[in-house]
Each structure stands twice: as C-alpha cells, then as structure tokens.
C-alpha cells in the first residue's frame, strides 16, 4: 500500500496533559479517533481531486485508509490504494511522471495527489486538534 506522511508539530504538549489525566490507554484510544476523523476528511479531499484525471474511476475506488495504530513513534494512520486492479501502480506513474525514449511525460493528473496532500494538511490539523481539544 503507498502511503504519504503528515507530521504534526506541537501536539505533544496536548498529548502530553491528555495523557496525565486521562491515562495512556483512554489517550490512545482518544487520539487513534481524532486521527481516523481527519484521515477521512483528508482521504475525501484526496478522492474529490483525483477526479481531475479521471477515467474509469478504479483507482480513486482503491483509495484506502488504515485505521490509527500505535508505533513506537505515537500513533499514526495511512492512505493508500489498494485492490484488485493493483491501480498503486499507474498512481505512482501519473504521480510523478516518466521517460520513454529520452522524452519526459506529465500525465494529466501529474502531482495531483501531492497538491490534495499539502492542500488538506491545515484541514487535518484542524480536525486533530478541534478532537483532541473536545476531550480536555
């Protein structure tokens, strides 16, 4: 599954009083749900602007998101594609492009999904943070 990364910065703290008086469990549990609802919104933005090149429309019906887990690192989530027609493949060309014969080809969706990425970032943080506020 291919995956793209957001960092948070500065939530630590929150987490950090969640964690002091809620507990390490009920504040995994509550940040596992403040990241599974900004990862919907954010998968939502992804699949609204991967239409601008769509065609039979398979490869926005394989995006996916896992729900949050917990790492060593804290707690993330993903997006990706998966499914029966393998689309992860044709998304990584139309993402970034590709050569044939010395030429240089920009698909009609070229850096699309990056764009959507950084363009919800600020909607995702949001969320995170209106979450993770509600249950201070």
Do not use: C
């Amino acid at each position: 599954m291919s995956n793209s990364k957001v960092e948070i910065k500065g939530v630590n703290k929150t987490l950090k009083e969640l964690e002091n008086r809620l507990g390490e469990k009920q504040m995994q549990k509550i940040s596992r749900q403040a990241i599974n609802k900004a990862g919907n919104k954010v998968r939502d933005d992804l699949k609204q602007d991967m239409k601008s090149f769509r065609d039979t429309g398979a490869s926005i019906n394989e995006v996916v998101q896992q729900n949050a887990t917990k790492k060593a690192t804290g707690v993330s989530g993903r997006i990706g594609w998966n499914g029966p027609q393998n689309r992860y493949k044709l998304i990584h060309l139309n993402e970034w492009g590709y050569t044939r014969y010395g030429k240089q080809y920009r698909p009609r969706g070229f850096g699309v999904i990056e764009k959507s990425l950084k363009g919800s970032e600020s909607k995702y943080l949001e969320t995170v943070e209106s979450e993770l506020r509600s249950h201070l």
